[in-house]
């Protein structure tokens, strides 16, 4: 699987827009872009994946750059309850191997 | 639907004890994981199952830790003995069986709340 990276940290206000970034610059043709998230004592969870298009569900939406090196997973109101640690995963979809998590980013949404 | 259920949630112990994590996880998903949490990283696979055999043990320390899972579906993780490292949140996960098309599309893990392991 192609490696991530992700900022550490971000903060972001209550009720405005969290953009969680993720680098994915050696992302193969075949990979999908996952993106889960922890919240403090619990397991994680999954949230949203795509391949090139943009991607939206109930929880999140999700942008890929063109050249599938990038992506931006955006909350677009968030809530204290999406104070989390958030996971950016590339993988082929038909692979049933584990999920390659790295450290993350902690979004911590303030009032 | 019941999501992953894990017992006990907190355990401590000290060193050189033994100790077990319960799993069962959700109906008819064919595909078992176990993962390691130490606390500030990312969830490490320790063994992966898929039915009742092992697809992937390659990251369990086997001199210490053992898996099985009787019948393809709960399971039980052992640690024998405990050392002070083995401190972290141990998580099971598990997935739809792969193949089917459209659950393979997905491939989405599901996770329980995890097992809190203090060894002092």
């Known amino acids: 699987d192609a490696k991530t990276t992700q900022p550490p940290s971000m903060d972001c206000a209550e009720g405005r827009a969290a953009n969680l970034p993720c680098n994915h610059s050696?992302?193969?043709?075949?990979?999908?872009v996952y993106w889960y998230r922890q919240i403090h004592s619990q397991g994680p969870q999954y949230i949203i994946h795509?391949?090139?298009n943009n991607e939206t569900n109930e929880m999140a939406s999700l942008i890929i750059t063109e050249d599938r090196k990038s992506s931006t997973l955006i909350l677009p109101h968030a809530t204290l309850r999406d104070t989390a640690v958030y996971y950016c995963i590339v993988r082929v979809t038909n692979s049933g191997y584990a999920l390659n998590f790295g450290k993350g980013t902690s979004l911590l949404v303030t009032p | 639907e019941a999501g992953v259920a894990q017992s006990p949630r907190y355990k401590i112990i000290e060193k050189r004890q033994s100790v077990a994590f319960w799993c069962n996880p959700i109906s008819g998903h064919a595909t078992l994981y176990w993962y390691q949490q130490i606390l500030g990283q990312g969830p490490k696979l320790l063994i992966q199952?898929?039915?009742?055999?092992?697809?992937?043990d390659s990251q369990l320390p086997k001199d210490r830790f053992s898996a099985e899972r009787l019948k393809g579906v709960d399971s039980t993780l052992k640690i024998q003995p405990a050392k002070l490292e083995d401190s972290a949140v141990y998580l099971c996960?598990?997935?739809?069986?792969?193949?089917?098309?459209?659950?393979?599309?997905?491939?989405?893990?599901?996770f329980g709340a995890g097992t809190r392991l203090s060894v002092l």
């Open positions: 795509g391949l090139k």
């Open positions: 996960a598990s997935s739809p069986l792969q193949g089917l098309a459209g659950v393979r599309a997905k491939n989405i893990q599901y």
């Open positions: 199952f898929q039915n009742n055999g092992v697809v992937d």
């Open positions: 050696t992302i193969s043709g075949n990979e999908y």
